[in-house]
């Protein structure tokens, strides 16, 4: 018989009734277990409910004894400008640290003590500090220098050991650039998988034009945040968390939608994974 | 189109190709749920290229059973099914008749892109553009992939190394 027929004769498989029937039941048991788009929404935001509650969670950590405890709490910001405050009275702020150093609350107690009024100019290397007493805020620029009463305008010399000390413990903070390692991982993870693509002969997927769209705007309005945060104000952590979440989720729906290739999700997975990872450990380093 | 109706559509070309790639039927079975459970995930609306789009699933997911032990060694999480081993065993409709045998071990050894294009160009009498839609690849490539797996074929057919003597000279 001519080959061609002979292959034809093969497209003539019997179905095998038991294989579909079995198959079309698991799909359906699990079209009844799977995770609809509105149950995967709410599993999402029901973590990012859980994460945002365990970063605004009241920090309990009782603050140092001192005699009077007029003093709750004490929050600084270093690297600030004259004229210009970027200290919080929380730690959700990047780059905003709670003070726990007993120096610092004796020295903030009675100021009259290790400074003197005077006129002056505030020194190159800034602190900015929020002082927390009797649940009213008070906030202080201190430097090599001098210091400013931000509220008042009244400009203090400091003329003691303590002063010293003081400007010391409130000066020394990390100033490891950590967000200049995201852009490095980006980019590496991202030269990594498509070598892969290229040496598999795989093609990378690609976002439709509007998951594209949207990709942009959650960039933009993450761009702009840390724009604002850079010239305006300290970085809310919560806010930026929200808008990484929401790129990430925006990403990971696409990839487990539109992917088809295991291979491909996987190193896919790999990629977001890493990206994200980094992302939470900058975003909770600063 | 209803998933059910797409399912009653597509599955026997579907198991077929996936079957006749994997020689397999435990591993078919699998890939054929696999490709139908992404295919009701992948909320696809053209249903023009439905047919297309469905092969291509199932194409990948060959492939990727393929490559699942060279490739993806090194990342972790393997699925159970990943790491097992692939078992020969051809169904009863084959061995039910010699020379249908024969032709499918035949197939068996070819090398896996002269077996897709000859399942769809030969076995499932597609067309060389509905072919080049599912393997991504020109038409030209086709033509020629076809051609030099059919001498292939007719090589192993013909030859006494695999035990397959067949006269094929009407295939000429």
Known sequence: ?286 | MEFDELYEQYFQCIYQFIYYMVSDPGLAEDLTQETFIRVYKGQFRNEAAMGTYIRRIARNLVYDTYRKKALIKWLPFQREHEKRETQYVPHDWIIQSEERRLLYEAIQLLKPEYREVLIYRKIEELNLAETSEILGWSTMKIANTQRNAMKALEKILGGDKFGFKQTTEGTQ
Not at chain 1, 83 to 110: C, I, N, P, Q, W
Request: charged fraction near 20%; avoid cysteine; glycine fraction near 4%.
């Open chain 1, 1 to 286: 018989m001519d080959l061609n027929k002979r292959l034809k004769e093969l497209n003539k498989l019997p179905e095998d009734r038991a294989v579909k029937a079995r198959i079309y039941e698991r799909i359906h048991h699990k079209k009844r277990n799977g995770l609809t788009i509105w149950k995967e929404s709410f599993l999402l935001f029901t973590i990012a409910m859980i994460a945002l509650f365990f970063i605004l969670i009241p920090q309990n950590s009782s603050p140092p004894q001192t005699a009077s405890q007029s003093i709750q709490a004490i929050y600084k910001h270093f690297g600030g400008k004259e004229g210009e405050f970027f200290a919080r009275s929380s730690s959700l702020y990047m780059s905003v640290k709670k003070v726990e150093d007993t120096s610092v609350f004796s020295f903030f107690e009675d100021l009259t003590q290790y400074v003197e009024k005077a006129d002056g100019k505030l020194g190159n290397y800034i602190t900015d500090v929020v002082v927390v007493r009797d649940r009213q805020e008070e906030h202080y620029q201190i430097s090599d220098t001098g210091m400013l009463n931000v509220d008042s305008g009244q400009f203090f010399v400091g003329n003691s050991d303590m002063y010293d000390e003081v400007f010391q413990t409130l000066y020394s903070v990390e100033t490891m650039p950590w967000i200049f390692i995201l852009p490095l991982i980006v980019i590496a993870v991202n030269l990594f998988s498509a070598n892969y693509y290229k040496r598999h002969n795989l093609q990378a997927p690609q976002p439709s034009k509007h998951v594209w769209w949207l990709l942009v705007l959650v960039l933009a309005m993450i761009s702009s945040i840390f724009a604002w945060a850079t010239w305006v104000g300290p970085l809310y952590k919560p806010l930026i968390m929200t808008f990484a979440l929401l790129y990430g989720v925006i990403f990971w729906n696409f990839i487990i939608r539109k992917v088809q290739t295991y291979s491909i999700y996987k190193v896919e997975t790999i990629k977001i994974s890493i990206i994200s990872a980094t992302l939470v450990l900058i975003i909770m380093l600063y």
